[in-house]
């Protein structure tokens, strides 16, 4: 059971490293067209979750893995805002929440690491 857990999460973070680097391309292999647009930013959050989904499948704590998805999330919603001019009524909000939850996170991965 590991050893299908362990490639499973390898898949899954495989799967969201390449929606970060080459939205474009998954999309062509996978759906048969070149995603652009607003799909590209939504693509890349998907990557962001598999990711973090692997990490937290991955033998360990499903903590980190939370971590990761929070911090990676504020950090590219964050240069969304700015750099890409996309700003909806939600984003900012979504944007301190996941700041909020990330040092929320990273105080109780902390404290774990602390007491173990």
């Given at each position: ?6 490639f499973a999460a ?107």
């Amino acid at each position: 059971m590991k050893k299908v857990l362990v490639f499973a999460a390898l898949s899954e973070a495989a799967t969201g490293a390449a929606l970060l680097l080459a939205p474009a391309l998954v999309g062509q292999l996978l759906f048969g067209i070149e995603l652009d647009g607003i799909a590209m930013t939504v693509a890349r959050v998907t990557g962001i979750a598999l990711v973090a989904l692997g990490v937290s499948c991955w033998p360990g704590t499903p903590l980190l893995g939370m971590l990761t998805y929070s911090a990676a999330a504020t950090l590219y919603l964050a240069y969304v805002a700015l750099a890409g001019g996309m700003t909806g009524v939600l984003l900012w909000p979504a944007v301190a929440l996941h700041a909020i939850l990330t040092v929320l996170l990273a105080r109780a991965a902390h404290a774990e690491r602390t007491v173990a």
